[in-house]
């Protein structure tokens, strides 16, 4: 088991101070890397970050006949997809990644069959797959859950249809993005999720040959092509990084340019630290946020995109635990994600959740305890709550933070944090 540890005297006792580098975006350099399963040949997707998912999705896509090849640190994958491609996607590789799911829309667009593992519940939530396979169902698959794998099977082509989300979920619209691109006709996907890292998807499928208007807009039509050619694209900039990045002076205290984040990807998140007394700069290239004394509590309700974004959840919660007021934080995408609540109230956060909601009383230092990361963000929340705490503050099961922050340990020592790793054998 791996944990980092980290020690402090409480907020502003120490600082942040420095430059942090934002790279590409877990979240859409997975989905791209799916993507280039839609046409034969070799895409290159660049600005790719260093995390083990990356290399799982690697592994995935090798099983599915693709030659891969990772080069890191320079963040460059390069993909040849052959012509008559795999379409099993085992669970061993999907319960690591359940990004992995992202290869269904390709597969049915490309074999006419697909079968993926089902990946499993996870600490965030059920996670349920029912829009994907309606809005498969609606295109002409038949598909079915069997012996745990949902298995599709296309008679005869895939055809344009009306499609409609009853949540704009950001799984089901690439996986039926991905699958309409080569249908026969044309989709309309109304209340599609309009994450910045579907845009960027769409902006790599328009570029492979795909014709798909709306795009940034919650209808999005798509007319289908027979063929789609491969590409070299380069990911967009992780604007949960950049915003974990805006979160970490305001909890901590301190001064921070996030080189390479995109302020305009974050408004609503920026807005609100600097309602609560942040100040922040937009620069060439990035962003300051300088935090010099306690902020004021502010309410967080979560969204789909542009609404306040469920990843940055628990980071507006652990700055709620040592700002002046009270929060009501609203959890509206995943109903499990408060289990990070549990791990801040042993950091001496003063708080009560109800359903969804939480209502967090603001105390003035958090102290360290031993606490558990339970997913990527929650993981990184803690640590930076741990930077908010008197003593000395362990986040077991870190493994998680190094899912989604390439060198996290690393980059708060270099803006002056006291985080070190500690492994510990595999017992
Ligand atoms: C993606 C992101 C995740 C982010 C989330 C919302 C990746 C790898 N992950 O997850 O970091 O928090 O978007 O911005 O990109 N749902 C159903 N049925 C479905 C599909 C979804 O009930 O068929 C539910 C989910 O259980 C969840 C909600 O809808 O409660 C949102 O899920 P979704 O937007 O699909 O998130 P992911 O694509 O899984």
């Not at 990361?373 to 493994?399: K, W, Y």
Request: aromatic share 4%; proline share 5%; with cysteine.
């Amino acid at each position: 088991m791996e944990s980092f540890q980290v020690t402090a005297a409480g907020p502003h006792s120490r600082p942040l101070d420095g430059t942090v580098h934002v790279g590409g975006a877990k979240n859409s350099a997975l989905k791209l890397m799916a993507a280039a399963l839609l046409a034969p040949g070799t895409s290159v997707i660049h600005n790719v970050p260093e995390i083990l998912d990356v290399t799982v999705m690697g592994q995935l896509l090798t099983r599915l006949g693709c030659a891969v090849e990772i080069t890191q640190p320079a963040g460059t994958v390069t993909i040849e997809v052959p012509e008559v491609l795999g379409w099993e996607a085992p669970y061993e590789l999907v319960r690591r990644l359940r990004a992995s799911i992202a290869v269904l829309g390709p597969l049915v667009a490309r074999c006419h069959r697909a079968s993926v593992a089902l990946p499993g519940g996870d600490a965030i939530g059920s996670r349920g797959l029912d829009m994907h396979m309606a809005g498969l169902r609606e295109l002409g698959a038949e598909i079915r859950v069997e012996h745990g794998q949902v298995v599709a099977d296309v008679p005869g082509t895939l055809r344009g249809a009306a499609l409609w989300l009853d949540f704009p979920s950001v799984g089901a619209t690439e996986n039926l993005l991905m699958a309409a691109v080569l249908a026969e006709g044309t989709s309309v996907l109304d209340n599609a999720a309009r994450e910045p890292e579907i845009v960027d998807l769409c902006r790599m499928l328009v570029a492979m040959g795909a014709r798909i208007d709306g795009v940034g807009s919650s209808t999005l039509t798509i007319e289908g092509v027979d063929r789609l050619h491969p590409v070299e694209h380069v990911t967009m900039a992780d604007r949960i990084v950049a915003g974990t990045w805006a979160f970490a002076p305001a909890i901590a205290g301190g001064r921070i340019t996030v080189q390479g984040g995109v302020a305009g990807h974050l408004d609503l998140v920026l807005d609100k630290l600097v309602d609560a007394g942040a100040e922040i700069t937009t620069t060439e290239g990035g962003f300051t946020v300088e935090v010099a004394k306690r902020l004021r509590s502010f309410d967080v309700v979560t969204l789909p995109f542009p609404g306040f974004p469920t990843d940055l959840q628990p980071f507006a919660m652990a700055l709620a635990a040592v700002s002046e007021g009270t929060a009501m934080i609203t959890e509206n995408v995943f109903e499990s994600r408060f289990m990070f609540a549990q791990e801040l109230a042993r950091l001496g956060a003063d708080l009560h959740t109800d359903g969804h909601h939480a209502v967090v009383r603001g105390v003035p230092m958090l102290s360290g305890a031993p606490v558990v990361a339970h997913d990527i963000r929650a993981g990184a929340a803690l640590v930076l709550a741990g930077l908010a705490g008197q003593g000395t503050t362990t986040v077991a099961e870190s493994q998680h933070i190094d899912r989604g922050y390439p060198h996290f340990a690393e980059v708060l020592v270099s803006i002056g944090a006291d985080v070190r790793r500690l492994s510990s054998p595999v017992a």
